[in-house]
């Protein structure tokens, strides 16, 4: 099993109770820099693999596809942690290697422990307070969108159709014991509570 482990925005304290309990039950655990490295520390021995910001795409996948194998080799007998700054599912190195990893080797099970990201980071420090909808950008093309307080989901992905989005899933009460997670569109339902989420995504 291989687990991305989100590490938060770089304060030690900050780091969640589910992170420290992972990173000291992995059998291995890698990281992609020093930063990362000295969070992981305290809890465990963490290997640096090079995850180079470069743009070159081909050189990258090699690289991906390098770092991937290594992974793979005690992922498939044992668990595994990569951790890393922020949330291992928002603009992260994890995003790559996961992608390479379902494509290469499927047989290894993923999962994620969220950090806190550099979005609710930003926030924090400069006091910054959002309460209604905003967008988050890299300078990308807009690929997902994600719906909060979901009350109607399907008539939200009726309206998300409309504007090229074809990937949904719907979740209620997350992490909680009433956790409901749909990823079969035709079993979304039609009414969502006040914490429902409904993700929209182009592929």
């Known amino acids: ?51 180079p910001m470069i743009r070159d795409y081909d050189t990258l996948n090699d690289i991906w596809k390098k770092n991937a194998d290594q992974i793979a080799d005690h992922a498939k007998r044992s668990m595994v942690s990569f951790g890393l700054i922020g949330d291992p599912n928002f603009f992260s190195t994890f995003t790559h290697l996961k992608r390479v990893m379902n494509r290469y080797y499927p047989d290894v099970e993923v999962e994620t422990v969220p950090g806190i990201s550099s979005i609710t980071s930003f926030a924090s420090r400069t006091g910054s307070e959002i309460d209604s909808s905003f967008e988050v950008t890299d300078g990308s093309q807009v ?61």
């Open 1 to 51: 099993m291989l687990i991305g482990v989100g590490l938060g925005p770089g304060d030690p304290q900050l780091l969640t109770l589910k992170a420290i309990e992972t990173l000291k039950n992995s059998d291995k655990v890698y990281v992609p820099g020093r930063m990362a490295a000295e969070l992981v520390e305290p809890y465990a021995d963490a290997e640096i693999l090079d995850f």
């Open 143 to 203: 690929s997902y969108k994600i719906a909060l307080k979901a009350r109607h989901p399907r008539e939200l992905m009726d309206k998300f159709s409309e504007e090229g989005y074809n990937e949904f899933v719907f979740a209620e009460r997350l992490f909680s014991e009433k956790e409901t997670i749909i990823t079969n569109i035709a079993d979304i339902p039609e009414k969502g509570n006040y914490f429902s989420i409904l993700y929209a995504g182009k592929k």
